[in-house]
């Protein structure tokens, strides 16, 4: 019964008494107002602003692409070419618990990046939280090739362009410059993550060093004059061609579930599963942070929350992710 029916109920109900003689009409008190003649407005919740920073860095928006890149880490592959430019570093066990890394390219695109190796299927899975990024690698078995082909969440780029004074097959380095001009190619979207200061780092527990293994490799972080130096079983990360460090402002370890990979030709594979949710600390500014990270869905934003329920910010600035699992 609408508000307006009850109303007009409500005044028959008082019209009149048997003899038909017409009643006072009532007085309101204190206790009891006059009834509305219409509904109060309700007040419009204000729309959530969109956050005014690029979504992969936190720095100034830019309306550049998105490119991953899959990157050789074994010791024949090193010093790796043009990471050290890269927004996001995702380390990946892959099949031997050997690892790989996925740099992923948004606010520079170098012309020198590798070298570059075979997708997983663990891309298949982590990289549509990013829209529909570009996915450069150097080849894949059947099945494999197959998912990535059919995944409407990447733009597949396969790359062949070898640099003759390294050992192959360590030694496909591939222009990004000239792939950041292919069509299809997604722009940057929010994936979840939000940049800038939060009460949880005022009282956050001290972490200048970090020490995370992944397979058979143990990666280092050690934090001095604002950012982290990375390595490898003792190997510090340098640009092959500049020789500068490869360094990040933050560190994101999410605890993992992995399983044996049936849609592949290695009985040796596994996928790291990033859809559904886990543990995760956070690394930053020599603190850390622990909470929750949650992806509800394959082409869905992943969130890092405290145990407070509370976004977990990160430092504007180069991030790691580490599926440690």
Known sequence: MTLAAALCIGAAACSGDDDHRPSPAPRPTSASAAPSSSSPTPT?????????????????????PVIAVKIDNVAEARPQVGIY????????????????????????????????????????????MFGKPGLVFSGANRKVLKQVRSSPYLRPT?????????????????????????????????????????????????????????????????????????????????????????????????????????????????VAETVGSGQVTVYSQGKQVSGTWKRTKLNGPMTLTDSHGKNIPLKPGKTWIILDG
Do not use: C
């Open 158 to 270: 396969f790359r062949q362009n070898r640099d003759n004074s390294r050992v192959a097959p360590h030694n496909v380095i591939v222009n990004l410059g000239n792939i950041a001009k292919l069509p299809g190619i997604g722009k940057a979207r929010p994936i979840g993550y939000t940049f800038g200061s939060g009460a949880q780092w005022t009282s956050a527990g001290k972490a200048p060093s970090v020490s995370i293994k992944v397979g058979v490799d143990t990666f280092a972080f050690r934090y001095r004059d604002g950012h982290y130096s990375t390595s490898q079983n003792g190997y510090t990360y340098t640009d092959g061609d500049t020789r500068k460090p490869v360094l990040t402002d933050n560190i994101v370890r999410l605890r993992v579930k992995s399983h044996k990979d049936t849609q592949t030709t290695s009985d040796k594979s596994n």
């Open 85 to 128: 430019r890269a927004d996001m570093i995702v380390v990946e066990r892959v099949e031997g618990d050997l690892t790989r890394l996925v740099a992923i390219f948004h606010s520079s695109f170098p012309g020198r990046v590798g070298p570059v190796r075979s997708a997983r299927n663990t891309d298949v899975q982590f990289l549509p």
């Open 44 to 64: 419009p919740k204000p729309t959530p602003k969109p956050a005014n920073y690029d979504p992969l860095t936190g720095g100034h928006k830019n309306s550049g």
